[in-house]
């Protein structure tokens, strides 16, 4: 069992930069893929990048491509993702998943909210 427990997320202007982190308890998180997805309001939850387990592979979806960055530490059982140049559009809700593959997630946490003013 895995638990994820999201930080960092807070009021931020465009064009600003935030680090979110996920923490996670248990003993086997070098073992999972880990990914940050994001939920803004009335939207669905959508993924926003992912890292496999060892951290050498990292994928992006389109709209945060060269803006933001996925990292692990695993031996501080620790997801990171660095949010540069950020924009209104980047507002939402943004969560933490890990799970045996990329794509398949089974843990998750509660989530830390994003605000990006204009």
């Known amino acids: 069992q895995v638990q994820l427990v999201e930080s960092g997320g807070r009021l931020v202007q465009a064009g600003g930069s935030l680090r979110l982190s996920c923490a996670a308890s248990g003993r086997t998180f070098s073992g999972y893929a880990m990914g940050w997805f994001r939920q803004a309001p009335g939207k669905e939850r959508k993924a926003v990048a992912a890292i496999n387990w060892s951290g050498d592979s990292a994928y992006y979806v389109d709209s945060v491509e060269g803006r933001f960055t996925i990292s692990r530490d695993n031996a501080k059982n620790t997801v990171y993702l660095q949010m540069n140049s950020l924009k209104p559009e980047d507002t939402a809700v943004y969560y933490c998943?890990?799970?045996?593959?990329?794509?398949?997630?089974?843990?998750w946490g509660q989530g830390t909210q994003v605000t990006v003013s204009s």
């Open positions: 998943a890990a799970g045996p593959k990329l794509g398949e997630y089974v843990h």
